[in-house]
C-alpha cells in the first residue's frame, strides 16, 4: 500500500453490524461494505499517510451487545470513529456509551425517524421529509387512495414515522383507518389483517419489521389486498428483503429509498458490480439495510478527515458539517449545513416479479432536520 507509513499508528475505525440474529441478513452486508470501502482506502493510501485498521463487532440484533460492544471499541479498542446500528432502538444503545459516557464521533447509517440532534452524532440515512413527504402525495395522485391503515412494531422509529404520515395524509384530504402496534418479535397477525379488510383502507403503509415481516405478508397476501386494488407500502423495503419472502407476496408494493440496484448511473453500476464480485451470494448491497448509508458515511467521514489534515475531532466534526461527495450509490451526497443528516437523491420504486423497478426519481431531498445546537461548546470541553 504505497504511500502508507508502517511506523505510524493505524487510524482505528469501529463498525458495529448486525450480522446474527433476525437482522444478519442486513448486518452481514453492512460487515461486507465496511471492509471493502476501508480496504479501498488503503489501497488509495490511506489517510494521512496512515492505514485504517477496521474494528468490526457483531450487535447481533440486541440492543445490550451492541451497548457492550460500544463500549469497548471506546474503552479497549480506542477508536476514532464508530458506525452502525439498524434499529433505531440499537441506535439509542449505542450512544450511551460511545457518545455520552465516550464522546466518541458516531455516525448512524440506517433510513430511520429522524430528530437525532447531537453535537457528536451524524445520521447518513433518509429521514421522513426524504420518505414520507415525497412518497405520500405521489401515492394518493397516482391511485386515487385516501384511505392508511398503519401495521406497525413498538419502537420509537414506527411512531414517529406513523405521526408524519398521519400529518401528511390528513393534510390532503384523507385519513387514517386503523393503527396498530405490536412488539417486534410478535408473529401472529391473523386478527390484524381482518381489521385491515374491515377497515375498507386503500393503503396498507406498513413498518413491521423481521421476523414478523414474513408471516404479516404472507397472511396480507392471502387475504387478497392487493389483488383487489389495494395498496402495500413499506419504505424500508429493498433487495435484501424483498428475497426473504416469495414475490408474489410483495408484488406491487412500493418503496422510498436513496438507492436501488436498478439505479443506472454508471458510478452505482460499477459500485453494485465490485460489490457483487468480491462478495457473492445473498447479502446484497442494498438502501434499506443502511449499506449505502454505511458506505456514504464511510466516505463523507474521509472527506472531512482529509480536509481537517488532523484526527482532531473538533475539526474533523467542523469539516463533516459541510462534507459532500461527487459519487455515491444513488449520485452525490452532502450534509446539510448544520443539521448533521444528508441531502441525497431519493427514488420511488415498485416490486415487480422479484425485483424492484424504479417509477420515481424524486432528485435531490433535503432533510429538513433541526439545527444541532452546541456543537461549538461541546467540541471546546
Known amino acids: 500500500m ?9 487510524i482505528r475505525v469501529g463498525v458495529i453490524a448486525d450480522q ?9 452486508a453492512n460487515a461486507n461494505v465496511a471492509e471493502m470501502v476501508i480496504g479501498d482506502i488503503n489501497a488509495a493510501g490511506g489517510l494521512l499517510g496512515r492505514r485504517l485498521e477496521l474494528h468490526l463487532e457483531d450487535g447481533e440484533t440486541t440492543d445490550s451487545v451492541a451497548a457492550a460492544k460500544a463500549a469497548k471499541l471506546v474503552r479497549d479498542d480506542r477508536v476514532d470513529v464508530i458506525f452502525g446500528g439498524i434499529f433505531s432502538s440499537t441506535r439509542q444503545a449505542i450512544k450511551g456509551p460511545a457518545v455520552v459516557e465516550g464522546e466518541t464521533l458516531y455516525i448512524y447509517p440506517e433510513q430511520y425517524e429522524g430528530q437525532e440532534c447531537h453535537p457528536l452524532i451524524f445520521c447518513t440515512g433518509p429521514v421522513p421529509a426524504q420518505q414520507v413527504e415525497p412518497l405520500i ?6 391511485t386515487g387512495a385516501r384511505s392508511f391503515y398503519l401495521p406497525s412494531a413498538d419502537y420509537v422509529w414506527p ?10 395524509v390528513e393534510g390532503l384530504g384523507g385519513e387514517i383507518a386503523g393503527e396498530e402496534y405490536f412488539p417486534m418479535d410478535h408473529m401472529d397477525y391473523a386478527g390484524t389483517v381482518e381489521r385491515i379488510l374491515a377497515s375498507g383502507a386503500d393503503v396498507v403503509f406498513n413498518t413491521i419489521v423481521p421476523p414478523g415481516l414474513t408471516p404479516f405478508l404472507a397472511l396480507l397476501h392471502e387475504s387478497g389486498f392487493v389483488a383487489r386494488g389495494g395498496s402495500l407500502v413499506c419504505t424500508y423495503m429493498d433487495e435484501n428483503f424483498i428475497n426473504l419472502v416469495p414475490a408474489a407476496h410483495v408484488e406491487g408494493l412500493y418503496s422510498c429509498l436513496d438507492y436501488y440496484q436498478a439505479v443506472g448511473d454508471a458510478f452505482s453500476r460499477e459500485l453494485t458490480r465490485r460489490y457483487d464480485e468480491r462478495f457473492p451470494g445473498d447479502a446484497k448491497f442494498t438502501a434499506g439495510g443502511a449499506c449505502t448509508g454505511l458506505y456514504r458515511g464511510l466516505k463523507l467521514w474521509e472527506a472531512a478527515v482529509t480536509e481537517a489534515g488532523s484526527l482532531d475531532q473538533a475539526d474533523v466534526v467542523a469539516a463533516l458539517d459541510h462534507a459532500s461527495i461527487a459519487e455515491g450509490p444513488g449520485g452525490p451526497a452532502e450534509m446539510a449545513p448544520g443539521q448533521h443528516h444528508v441531502r441525497m437523491n431519493m427514488y420511488i420504486a415498485q416490486a415487480t416479479g422479484g425485483e424492484f423497478r424504479i417509477v420515481e426519481n424524486l432528485g435531490m431531498i433535503d432533510p429538513k432536520e433541526s439545527l444541532v445546537e452546541g456543537a461549538a461548546e461541546a467540541m471546546a470541553r
Open 137 to 142: 402525495p405521489w401515492l394518493m395522485e397516482r
Open 20 to 28: 446474527t440474529g433476525p437482522l444478519s441478513f442486513m448486518g452481514a
Open 2 to 10: 504505497e504511500g502508507i507509513s508502517a511506523s505510524t499508528d493505524p
Open 159 to 168: 411512531h414517529v414515522l406513523n405521526a408524519r404520515v398521519r400529518e401528511v
